[in-house]
């Protein structure tokens, strides 16, 4: 008995170690379970990331047929965006213009002079006024800092008050209006003025504006080309007929100065053929009556004279004129041409800057030396754009101005550089004025185009490869996968083959390529019925050279061509990715619509992908369930385990104090 060992009392058996070898190995089937849980969950991140790739290229395919499709979106391209930029909307049409930008709109910007740096606000009440919108406030007295933040605080979106420090000495404030337009002047009021005149804003000076009236009695007929020529004034509207001649006295002649500006509205009429007056034939000759002498009751009459006449010819009419040099101006007897009107049947606003031209208005001339255009003229106004009230600024950095612009030959005169009414559905921005025309052309928003159609191809190889990956043991589809980066590549290496054998991803793969080979109807017939023909293709031949790469059916694309067909058959190519074949304005055929429809049974609720995923849950869910259970059938087992070879060492423990107390009962040596 003393050679028998006791596992747990005489350390020659180890019982934990044997425990655990037995429960080790009673945890392999829940290593197995957990291995499959972790693959189930595997397979699933694997279908959540096919589905992102799916539905990318579904919203690729819905971005080239759907309401916002690209092929109906508009691009304005200016020859010069130094002056003028545009941008159209989806509905503006397809057209070229020709604007010139004559004038931006600007704002009034007034500066004072240069001002010691102790220079004082006086306290009061500030009022100033931005065409009908007035802001007022009382000021407490400060500095020109602080007097600058009281302007902007009181008003931030009308009024804005900049102090800059131009010297060591001394400063200057700079108060300009932030709302461009003739009609919104900045004028200051009370003590806002007696501050302007103080900074050297302005210097007073009484309103010299002068409007010239029309009146028949007053305007001299001083010329006419044809014996019809007539002028005629109702409503304050003077219209001269072709061939006349009108001078409208100013009196007394207006004294001008520089800054004023001559303004008046203008229209024309140009009379067709038909209208035009023909000239009178001039009449023959006066023959006297025949003459008789009477005696004593007998009449003796003369012979008839005798006259000759030349064979009546008509009177040709005059050569056309068209002479657009119609509106002068006499100062001192001297005249002097203003600019040349335009031929437009409504009213045009001019405006001349008159003080650059003369010192001083004798009269107004309008010479219509037209034979085929009557001439319309009203509001003849002489203004200084300066003046604001009793006062006239005397460092303005800009003053307010409309901006004008010319199109098709009519002047456009807005408050505001970006004007939406002129050219329908696009929005025009000026940024200067200058000489040049501008052409301003309406067009496909090709870029827009091109871009969805890479989009397109891109997401759809992106697909295929993806479907690859997960289909085929061949690392070579990651190694040639161009767009992958090395990061994409280390991780499609662990999804290589997950799916081998997969029927739905075969069938998927299948689809697209049948769809992406289809031809589909289109108003070009033959020229565009394929992908091919806009430079998208399978072609894996180049110069000779196999792509191996596209013989698994990724797309590729001819930039130059898919360049030309952008730009000469868009409308085309919009009805080839989609297009309404039945006229119910409802799009039914195409090759985007179709690849759309077909993949909503992927991607949407409850569909192929979402079924697979919540198949995929349920074993999870179930798999984790027996895991639980067994997890729980372990612990039971390794208590048992426990208990038995517990009870085990007992007993040996005892067995063990029953031969050592056999052992001392024995006679000693024996």
């Not at 180890?14 to 595997?42: C, F, H, N, S, W």
């Not at 009370?190 to 900074?199: D, H, I, P, S, W």
């Not at 301003?440 to 993806?466: C, M, P, W």
């Not at 290496?493 to 769809?515: F, I, P, V």
Request: net charge negative.
């Amino acid at each position: 008995m003393s050679d028998i060992t006791i596992p747990g009392v005489t350390g020659k058996i180890d019982t934990k170690g044997m425990i655990k070898a037995i429960m080790d190995a009673e945890r392999v089937p829940l290593e197995r379970m957990q291995g499959e849980v972790d693959t189930y969950k595997k397979n699933k991140r694997v279908w959540l990331d096919l589905n992102l790739n799916i539905s990318k290229f579904k919203e690729s395919a819905a971005d080239l047929w759907g309401h916002n499709n690209p092929f109906n979106a508009k691009k304005a391209k200016s020859s010069n965006e130094s002056i003028l930029t545009a941008i159209a909307t989806r509905k503006a049409i397809i057209d070229e213009k020709q604007l010139k930008v004559k004038q931006i709109a600007t704002a009034d910007r007034f500066m004072s002079m240069s001002l010691p740096r102790d220079f004082t606000v006086k306290a009061g009440q500030y009022t100033f006024q931005i065409g009908d919108k007035e802001f007022s406030f009382k000021f407490k007295g400060g500095d020109l800092e602080d007097f600058a933040e009281a302007i902007n605080t009181k008003a931030d979106k009308y009024l804005k008050a900049t102090v800059v420090n131009n010297t060591s000495d001394t400063r200057v404030i700079l108060i300009e209006s932030l709302k461009t337009g003739s009609k919104n002047k900045l004028t200051f009021k009370g003590t806002a003025a007696e501050f302007g005149e103080e900074a050297g804003m302005f210097k007073r000076q009484p309103t010299v504006n002068r409007e010239i009236s029309l009146e028949s009695s007053s305007i001299e007929k001083t010329g006419s080309t044809t014996n019809n020529g007539i002028f005629r004034v109702q409503d304050g509207e003077l219209t001269v007929d072709p061939g006349t001649s009108v001078t409208i006295p100013v009196k007394p002649p207006f004294t001008v100065t520089r800054n004023m500006v001559l303004e008046y509205e203008v229209k024309t009429s140009v009379l067709k053929e038909g209208d035009v007056a023909a000239p009178e034939t001039p009449p023959g000759p006066d023959v006297p009556d025949v003459g008789f002498i009477e005696y004593k009751g007998i009449k003796v009459y003369n012979e008839k004279s005798i006259v000759i006449l030349p064979d009546e010819e008509v009177t040709p009419p005059p050569a056309r004129v068209d002479d657009l040099n119609v509106i002068a101006i006499t100062s001192k007897g001297n005249r002097i041409k203003l600019p040349a009107i335009v031929d437009t049947q409504n009213f045009q606003k001019v405006t001349v800057p008159i003080g650059e031209l003369a010192d001083s208005i004798d009269s107004i001339i309008i010479d219509n030396k037209n034979t085929h255009r009557t001439v319309s003229a009203r509001n003849f106004k002489i203004t200084d754009p300066t003046q604001r009230g009793d006062y006239v600024p005397t460092n303005a950095l800009s003053e307010s101005k409309d901006a004008i612009i010319e199109l098709n030959g009519i002047e456009i005169i807005r408050e505001t550089n970006e004007i939406d009414d002129v050219v329908p559905e696009v929005t025009l921005y000026l940024h200067d004025a200058g000489d040049e025309k501008i052409k301003l052309q309406i067009k496909n928003d090709e870029e827009a185009i091109k871009s969805s159609v890479i989009a397109f191809v891109g997401n759809y190889n992106r697909l295929l490869t993806e479907i690859d990956i997960l289909t085929r043991n061949e690392p070579s589809v990651i190694e040639t996968a161009r767009f992958m980066t090395d990061a994409e590549r280390e991780k499609a290496y662990e999804r290589l083959s997950m799916l081998n054998g997969d029927s739905t991803l075969r069938q998927l793969k299948s689809r697209l390529q049948t769809y992406i080979m289809n031809s589909y109807r289109t108003s070009a017939g033959q020229a565009m019925t394929l992908l091919a023909q806009m430079g998208v293709s399978t072609n894996s031949s180049a110069g000779g050279n196999i792509d191996k790469t596209l013989l698994r059916g990724y797309l590729q694309i001819d930039e130059d061509q898919l360049d030309n067909a952008i730009a000469t058959k868009a409308d085309v190519m919009k009805e080839l990715f989609g297009s309404d074949t039945d006229n119910d304005l409802v799009v039914d055929s195409g090759l985007a619509y179709s690849v759309d429809q077909y993949l909503k049974s992927y991607t949407q609720t409850g569909g192929i992908v979402a079924t697979r995923v919540s198949t995929i849950d349920i074993s999870i869910e179930r798999k984790q369930k027996d895991i639980t259970s067994y997890e729980r059938h372990l612990e039971d087992y390794e208590l048992q385990l426990r208990k038995k070879y517990g009870a085990m060492e007992g007993m040996l423990d005892q067995l063990d104090k029953s031969s050592q107390s056999l052992k001392n009962l024995s006679p000693q040596g024996k």
